[in-house]
């Protein structure tokens, strides 16, 4: 009897050690699959060592807010808040869906074996499966976002509208970005033509060509996406971030389709740390302007940090 009960416990050991090694088998084989995700997500950068032009397009309207009512994003809560609240209860869903897959998985590698090691073998899997669910529900659940955006006092609409028009003339306006863009991108000392560029009904041209027989430019950074927003919780005098985004698609002109084709993309952003919006609209928004130029500068940096090595000859 006792050769019987050791043999027992022999093989729930076994089980219990082969049980680990497929998680880690597992763990293993999941992290090779991301590693191949995100090698098969990169991508060459695009060539441009035989461009000779680029021309640089802001689209008329395409980096000025609208007004207050698209910068001001008040929600009813944070974003940390937000995520250690979904974090929580995800994983508390995990936990117990761990659990319940641990007692299948105690039945499948023969936990029901009797013996004083059938508690361990039985509080390993459930354990391991509380723990594991645990972990990937409380990940799973901070991506989640469920944010309610609230409505913005009107004072505060009112505030923020009174330092938008100067924001816009001296930071935002096309011609005032399309021209620091253009600076930006001629100091970094390659060896290409860079223009003001813009959409003449068929084609993009240097600014200035007024016929479709003008030059045009083959290869183009485009603004394609940029917007400035105060996001935080709703208050009464809210803490704010500022947040800048910025999309610039790089296309190529194809003669056979005729059409500008997105050759690569290049994207960045820029968040503030956080100040009462008392604090960014006193003396007409002094520290709003002062970030909001901070932000582009680096936006820009981040955006175009690749073309250095894309023109290298």
């Not at 699959?33 to 060459?44: E, F, H, K, S, V």
């Not at 927003?229 to 005729?258: C, E, F, H, R």
Request: net charge negative; charged share 15%; with cysteine.
């Amino acid at each position: 009897m006792k050769t019987s009960n050791r043999f027992l416990h022999a093989i729930c050991i076994l089980e219990v050690f082969a049980s680990s090694r497929l998680c880690l088998a597992l763990a293993l084989g999941i992290t090779a699959i991301l590693a191949g995700g995100c090698a098969a997500d990169y991508t060459r950068r695009a060539d441009l060592s035989s461009v000779q032009t680029i021309g640089v397009v802001v689209p008329p309207g395409a980096s000025e807010p609208g007004g207050a009512k698209d910068v001001m994003q008040l929600y009813n809560l944070t974003v940390g808040e937000d995520r250690l609240k979904n974090a929580a209860v995800g994983a508390g869903a995990g936990a117990a869906a761990g659990t319940a897959a641990g007692i299948g998985a105690g039945a499948i590698i023969g936990c029901t074996a009797g013996g004083p090691l059938a508690p361990l073998c039985w509080g390993f899997v459930l354990i391991s499966g509380a723990v594991v669910g645990g972990g990937v529900g409380a990940i799973a659940g901070a991506t989640v976002d469920s944010q309610e955006q609230v409505a913005t006092a009107p004072v505060h609409l009112y505030e923020v509208n009174r330092v938008l028009p100067d924001l816009t003339q001296y930071y935002l306006a096309s011609p005032v970005l399309q021209a620091r863009a253009l600076r930006f991108v001629r100091e970094q000392g390659a060896e290409v033509n860079f223009v003001p560029a813009v959409w003449d009904g068929e084609r993009y041209a240097p600014v200035g060509a007024a016929t479709s027989m003008a030059p045009t430019t083959d290869v183009n950074l485009v603004l394609t996406e940029m917007s400035v927003s105060l996001n935080g919780k709703a208050k009464d005098d809210p803490n704010l971030i500022l947040s800048i985004v910025m999309q610039w698609a790089l296309t190529k002109y194809d003669p056979d389709t005729q059409t500008d084709e997105i050759w690569d993309a290049m994207s960045a952003s820029y968040v503030s740390k956080q100040h009462q919006l008392s604090e960014w609209l006193t003396g007409d928004g002094a520290l709003l302007k002062e970030k909001v130029n901070t932000g582009i500068g680096e936006s820009l940096t981040d955006a175009f940090s690749d073309l250095p090595r894309m023109v290298r000859r």
